[in-house]
C-alpha cells in the first residue's frame, strides 16, 4: 500500500531532521522537561530550529531577543549560535516555563550567554533601549500583541537585523475576512505591517506543525 500524502511528508520530514537537525540530550531533555510538566508542545520543531541556528550566524548575531521562551528548545538553537561572549535574552510571562527554560539553557551548559526576564513581554520591552541593538529578533508569544511586539522589534533593531516570526500561517486562518479568532486576527496584522512596512523586507516559509496544522514562520530584514 502507498502511503498517504501526510505520511509521505511526516516521513521526509523526519529523514530531513535526523539528517539536518539531530537533537542532543540537552536539546531532548528540553522536550522532556515540556512534556512532564504538562506544557502546551508547541516549541519549534528540530528543523525549524536549525533554521533559526543557521539564520543567527548568517547575520553574525552577537545579541538576540526572544519574545516567549516556553521551556527553551529554540533558545538553545539560538544561543548555540552566538559567540561565546554573545547574549540571549528571552522574555517569558509564566514563571514555571521561565524556570524550565533556566533548566534547559544550564543543561545545554548556556548559562553565560542566556538570560531568561520574566514577566509580560510589553512592560519588558522598554528597558531593553539601552541594550539595543538586537541583530536578531524571535516573536512567539501571544499572536494577538504581535504587532505590537514588531513595533517593539523595529525600534530595538538595527540595518540588517533580522525579525522573525512564529505561528502567521495557523493554517490560513489569517487569510479569511474576517479573521475568525483573535489569534488569527493578530497574525494577520502582523502580516500587513510587515508586508507594507517601509524599512522591511520580509518573506513566509509554510509548514505541517503538529499543533496548528499548517503553519510556519515569517523572516523580515531591516534596511
Not at 514577566?119 to 522598554?126: E, H, K, N, R, S
Not at 500587513?192 to 503553519?215: C, F
Request: glycine fraction near 6%; aromatic fraction near 6%.
Amino acid at each position: 500500500m502507498y502511503p498517504s500524502e501526510s505520511e509521505a511528508r511526516a516521513r521526509i520530514n523526519h529523514e530531513l531532521a535526523i539528517r539536518f537537525a539531530p537533537e542532543d540530550e540537552a536539546l531532548r531533555a528540553s522536550v522532556a522537561s515540556t512534556e512532564a510538566a504538562g506544557l502546551p508542545g508547541n516549541q519549534v520543531s528540530p528543523l525549524q530550529g536549525k533554521l533559526l541556528h543557521v539564520l543567527a550566524l548568517t547575520c553574525g548575531a552577537r545579541k538576540i531577543l526572544e519574545i516567549g521562551s516556553l521551556a527553551g528548545y529554540s533558545g538553545v538553537w539560538l544561543a548555540r549560535a552566538l559567540p561565546e561572549d554573545g547574549k540571549l535574552i528571552t522574555l517569558e510571562v509564566n514563571p514555571e516555563y521561565a524556570a524550565l527554560a533556566r533548566k534547559s539553557f544550564h543543561a545545554a551548559g548556556l548559562d553565560k550567554r542566556t538570560e531568561v526576564r520574566v514577566g509580560p513581554a510589553l512592560d519588558l520591552l522598554p528597558a531593553l533601549t539601552d541594550e539595543a541593538p538586537f541583530d536578531l529578533i524571535f516573536i512567539d508569544a501571544d499572536k494577538v500583541n504581535n504587532s505590537h511586539y514588531l513595533e517593539w522589534a523595529l525600534r530595538l533593531s538595527r540595518p540588517g537585523s533580522l525579525i522573525i516570526a512564529d505561528n502567521i500561517v495557523r493554517s490560513g486562518r489569517p487569510f479569511q475576512t474576517p479573521p475568525p479568532d483573535e489569534s488569527a486576527a493578530g497574525a494577520a496584522a502582523y502580516i500587513h505591517k510587515i508586508l507594507e512596512h517601509p524599512r522591511l523586507v520580509s518573506v513566509a516559509l509554510p509548514w505541517d506543525d503538529a499543533v496548528n496544522g499548517l503553519d510556519g514562520f515569517s523572516i523580515s530584514v531591516v534596511r
